[in-house]
C-alpha cells in the first residue's frame, strides 16, 4: 500500500512512522527545510520538501498513483485544497484531511465530495470524543473498560498474582479456570506477547483480560468505576475545551451522562483571556465563566475546584495540564484528566493521582490508522511501553476465515488471539475455537505485523 503523507509535524510525522513500521511505502511532503530535514533523518521513506499545495509537487510525490492521500499540515486550507487537487487528477486515491475549523466538520457527505474528501478529521473533536467516552465509561485505577464494559483489561503487578509467578502462561491459564488471558507482560522497558510457555517472574507487570466477573472472582472486586459528576470545571477555552462543553452540556439532556450528571449539573470553565472567556460564554447558555489566571495562587480554589466531581485540564501547555490535574486531585477534585499533545507524560501517569492522560496524537493517530487499514482494524488500546497494540475486528459470514478453527488461520508470528465476542459471550479462545461471521475477534499485535494482519483479514470490517 502506497500513502502520500504531507506534512511533517508532529502528527504527520507520528502517522508516518506509523505506517512504515506496519511496512507501508510512504511518501512524505514537507515545506519547512528544517523540518523536512529532521523528517529525512527520523524515518525510513522518501521526503520531498517542497509545498504540498501545489499541483506538480504531488505529481512528484506520485499521489495519483497512492492508496491513500493525508492531509496532516496544520493548515485547513492547505489540506482541504490539496486534497481536491488529488482527487480531481485521480478518483481510485482515498483522501483524508486534518481539520480544525468546525465548519468542515459540519460539512454534508455531498459537500465533502464536492471537496474531494473521503474523511475529515477534526483533532478538537475526536479528543473531546475520547475524554466523553472515558467518562461515559467511568474511571478505576489500572482498569480499561472495553465494549461498554462487558470486557475489562487491567494492569497488575504480577507479585500481587502468587497463582501465576514462576509458572508458565498455560500453567497459569488452567489454574485461573481458563477465563483469565494474559495479553500482555511488561519486563523491563519492553513489553512482551507472550505464548504459551512464557514464564511470569516476580517483576513483571500483567495485563489481563477478561469480564468484569471473571476478573473480580480472580483479583477481588475493583471500586465501581460510574460516578455522578454533576460538578464539572474545564480549565481553558481553548478548541478542545469548547468542545468539551458542547459534549457535556448535550449529553446532560440525554443518554448515560445524562443519567448520572442530572438535569442541575454545572458545567465551569476557566479561562485567563478576557476575550476568549467572553466568546465561549456567547456560544453556550447555561455555562459559567470564569475570568482568572489558573497560575496564580488561589485562583483554582476560588474557581471550586475542590468541590468538582470532574476537572478536565484542556490549555495549551500539556505540562501545566498534567501538573494542574494532578494539584486538582490533591485540592479535593473526585476526578481529573489531563489533555497532552504527545504520549510524553503516559509512561508517568502510573505515578501519578490523575485519572486519565489524553494524548491528542494518539487520538487523531488511532482515528487515521483505522480509517486507513485495508481490514478497517481498530485498535481498542495501545500500550505505551511499546509499539503493541490490542486491535480488532468483526468477521463477516461470508469471509474466507468464516468456519475454520484458530489453529488453521495463517496468523503472523507474534500475534496473539486475546479474545472471542460471540453476540454478548466473551470466549478466551483456543486452538480450536471457530470464527463465524459476526463473531468479533481481538487480537494483540505488535505494529509491525498489523499488514500481515490485512492479509489474513483483508476482506474484513472494523468493528
Known amino acids: 500500500m502506497k500513502v502520500v503523507i504531507i506534512g511533517a509535524g508532529m502528527i504527520g510525522m507520528h502517522i508516518a512512522r506509523e505506517l512504515i513500521d506496519e511496512r507501508r511505502d510512504v511518501v512524505l511532503v514537507e515545506k519547512d527545510p528544517e523540518a523536512a530535514r529532521r523528517a529525512s533523518d527520523a524515518l525510513d521513506c522518501m ?9 506538480e509537487t504531488l505529481r512528484k510525490a506520485g499521489a495519483s498513483d497512492a492508496e491513500w492521500f493525508l492531509a496532516l499540515t496544520g493548515s485547513d486550507e492547505v489540506n482541504i485544497v490539496a486534497c481536491g487537487l488529488v482527487a480531481a487528477e485521480s478518483s ?12 468542515y466538520s459540519s460539512l454534508s457527505a455531498a ?9 475529515i478529521i477534526n483533532p478538537a473533536s475526536a479528543t473531546a470524543d475520547a475524554v466523553a467516552h472515558i467518562v461515559d465509561e467511568g474511571f478505576a485505577e489500572d482498569v480499561i473498560p472495553l465494549h461498554d464494559g462487558r470486557l475489562q483489561l487491567r494492569t497488575v503487578a504480577a507479585a500481587s498474582v502468587p497463582a501465576f509467578v514462576g509458572k508458565t502462561l498455560r500453567e497459569a491459564k488452567a489454574g485461573a479456570g481458563g477465563g483469565v488471558l494474559v495479553a500482555g507482560v511488561v519486563r523491563g522497558r519492553g513489553m512482551v506477547v507472550p505464548g504459551g510457555e512464557f514464564e511470569v517472574e516476580p517483576s513483571d507487570i500483567l495485563y489481563l483480560l477478561g469480564t468484569p466477573a471473571t476478573l473480580d472472582a480472580f483479583l477481588g472486586q475493583v471500586e465501581g468505576v460510574k460516578s455522578a459528576a454533576k460538578r464539572v470545571l474545564i480549565i481553558g477555552a481553548t478548541s478542545i475545551g469548547e468542545r468539551l462543553v458542547e459534549r457535556f452540556l448535550d449529553r446532560s439532556k440525554s443518554g448515560f ?11 465551569t470553565v476557566l479561562e485567563s483571556s478576557a476575550e476568549d472567556g467572553k466568546r465561549i460564554a456567547r456560544a453556550f447558555q447555561g455555562l459559567e465563566v470564569i475570568h482568572g ?5 488561589g485562583v483554582l480554589e476560588g474557581a471550586g475546584i475542590g468541590k468538582a466531581d470532574l476537572v478536565v485540564c484542556a490549555t495549551e501547555s500539556q505540562a501545566f495540564n498534567v501538573m494542574t490535574a494532578q494539584l486538582a486531585k490533591e485540592l479535593g477534585a473526585k476526578k481529573a484528566v489531563a489533555i497532552t499533545l504527545n504520549d510524553r507524560y503516559m509512561s508517568v501517569g502510573s505515578r ?3 485519572d486519565a492522560l489524553v494524548s491528542v496524537k494518539g487520538v487523531v493517530a ?3 490508522l483505522e480509517t486507513v487499514r485495508r481490514a478497517n482494524i481498530k485498535t481498542i488500546h495501545g500500550f505505551y511501553e511499546d509499539d503493541v497494540e490490542l486491535v480488532e475486528l468483526r468477521i463477516d459470514s461470508g469471509s474466507r476465515v468464516s468456519g475454520l478453527s484458530l489453529r488453521e488461520i495463517d496468523l503472523p508470528k507474534g500475534v496473539l488471539v486475546a479474545f472471542v465476542m460471540q453476540g454478548d459471550e466473551m470466549i478466551v479462545p ?16 505488535r505494529k509491525k505485523s498489523i499488514a500481515g494482519l490485512e492479509r489474513v483479514f483483508g476482506d474484513q470490517r472494523g468493528v
Open 47 to 55: 521526503v520531498i520538501n517542497e509545498d504540498g499545495s501545489r499541483p
Open 92 to 103: 481510485s486515491v482515498k483522501t483524508l484531511a486534518r481539520v480544525e475549523n468546525s465548519f
Open 111 to 119: 459537500q465533502r465530495r464536492a471537496f474531494g474528501l473521503h474523511v
Open 257 to 267: 451522562l445524562g443519567r448520572i450528571f442530572g438535569r442541575k449539573r454545572l458545567v
Open 293 to 297: 489566571d489558573s497560575s496564580e495562587e
Open 352 to 354: 501519578l493521582e490523575v
Open 366 to 368: 488511532a482515528a487515521v
Open 430 to 445: 483456543s486452538g480450536s475455537t471457530i470464527l463465524n461471521g459476526s463473531d468479533v475477534i481481538g487480537l494483540v499485535s
